[in-house]
């Protein structure tokens, strides 16, 4: 297998003219697993995951969404309309049939993509996600940054852009500062992972997730909107992952989920919210269906 070299800045132009910028770890001729990303992230948030793909041999491909990193804005965007824009990447790459992850806030966007394109995706992985928001009684149980953030989104945006933009700033500008003050907010299980991969690095992914603050505050917003689907719509094989020391998401939405998608099996986990980069492989190889 031929290896990528973890090429972060690829990008493809959709048949509007929008750019999505995309970043490939592991093998060139891998099997294809797409990554979503989180919320206040980027293609890069899976760049850890680099060495563990190659070695299990995984074509790891992780795009920006609308307006998030290096990919063109696109305005009153839906979960599933990034579906619409994954087939169409797809295709570009000559990628026919994969499998996909998501984390966080990316895993109603996994789930939109696994709902959508059934044909072809193979399997679904759902990390540390949530529950549709405009059901009753999800979105208090938010952690509080996140319901800030998205009611500044959708009532101030102006004041939710120039918190974003003062954050990506001061990734870029103070690295160690910004990512060990991330590394001591969010708890111990996910703090020793940001300390383990570097302060650095996670300075460097925030400061690139939040380089538009207008595309963060569209993905606070279209993370309210209604999903099109529920999660007993999909029909695609479903891994629900959850971490036991997760401080951000509760894990009884992961058990709700698992029991709610047909035929999901849940996946209880040591670890925080970042609980997928203590099990990339093991991921990985349960979306290859091994």
Same mark, same amino acid.
């Given at each position: /297998?031929?290896?990528?070299?973890?090429?972060?800045?690829?990008?493809?132009?959709?048949?509007? +003219?929008?750019?999505?910028?995309?970043?490939?770890?592991?093998?060139?001729?891998?099997?294809?697993?797409?990554?979503?990303?989180?919320?206040?992230?980027?293609?890069?948030?899976?760049?850890?995951?680099?060495?563990?793909?190659? *070695?299990?041999?995984?074509?790891?491909?992780?795009?920006?969404?609308?307006?998030?990193? +290096?990919? *063109?804005?696109?305005?009153?965007?839906?979960?599933?309309?990034?579906?619409?824009?994954?087939?169409?990447? &797809?295709?570009?790459?000559?990628? *026919?049939?994969?499998?996909?992850?998501?984390?966080? &806030?990316?895993?109603?966007?996994?789930?939109?993509?696994?709902?959508?394109?059934?044909?072809?995706?193979?399997?679904?992985?759902?990390?540390?996600?949530?529950?549709?928001?405009?059901?009753?009684?999800?979105?208090?149980?938010?952690?509080?940054?996140?319901?800030?953030?998205?009611?500044?989104?959708?009532?101030?945006?102006?004041?939710?852009?120039?918190?974003?933009?003062? /954050?990506?700033?001061?990734?870029?500008?103070?690295?160690?500062?910004? +990512?060990?003050?991330?590394?001591?907010?969010?708890?111990?299980? *996910?703090?020793?992972?940001?300390?383990?991969?570097?302060?650095?690095?996670?300075?460097? &992914?925030?400061?690139?997730?939040?380089?538009?603050?207008?595309?963060?505050?569209?993905?606070?917003?279209?993370? /309210?909107?209604?999903?099109?689907?529920?999660?007993?719509?999909?029909?695609?094989?479903?891994?629900?992952?959850?971490?036991?020391?997760?401080?951000?998401?509760?894990?009884?939405?992961?058990?709700?989920?698992?029991?709610?998608?047909?035929?999901?099996?849940?996946?209880?986990?040591?670890? +925080?919210?970042?609980?997928? $980069?203590? $099990?990339?492989?093991?991921?990985?190889?349960?979306?290859?269906?091994?």
């Amino acid at each position: /297998m031929s290896e990528s070299g973890g090429n972060e800045n690829l990008s493809v132009r959709l048949h509007d +003219g929008r750019r999505v910028r995309y970043a490939q770890y592991g093998v060139t001729d891998g099997f294809p697993i797409l990554n979503c990303h989180g919320g206040l992230a980027c293609r890069l948030d899976v760049a850890a995951a680099d060495s563990i793909a190659k *070695d299990i041999g995984i074509r790891l491909i992780s795009p920006d969404r609308p307006g998030i990193g +290096g990919s *063109d804005h696109k305005a009153g965007r839906t979960i599933l309309d990034w579906a619409d824009d994954v087939a169409e990447l &797809m295709d570009l790459i000559s990628v *026919d049939r994969f499998a996909v992850m998501g984390w966080s &806030m990316g895993g109603q966007y996994a789930a939109a993509v696994g709902r959508a394109l059934v044909p072809r995706v193979s399997r679904v992985a759902i990390i540390a996600g949530a529950l549709p928001l405009t059901e009753p009684g999800v979105f208090a149980r938010l952690p509080t940054f996140d319901r800030v953030y998205t009611r500044l989104s959708q009532r101030a945006p102006r004041a939710a852009r120039l918190c974003f933009r003062s /954050m990506g700033l001061a990734a870029g500008a103070f690295p160690t500062w910004y +990512g060990r003050l991330a590394a001591g907010g969010l708890g111990d299980a *996910d703090g020793k992972v940001i300390r383990d991969e570097g302060y650095g690095a996670f300075a460097r &992914m925030s400061a690139e997730a939040m380089r538009q603050p207008e595309g963060v505050v569209e993905d606070y917003r279209a993370w /309210m909107r209604p999903w099109g689907f529920a999660p007993e719509d999909l029909a695609v094989p479903v891994e629900v992952w959850a971490g036991e020391q997760d401080e951000l998401v509760d894990k009884a939405w992961e058990i709700e989920l698992a029991r709610r998608i047909p035929g999901a099996s849940l996946q209880l986990r040591q670890g +925080g919210h970042f609980l997928a $980069h203590l $099990h990339y492989g093991e991921i990985f190889t349960n979306l290859m269906g091994r």
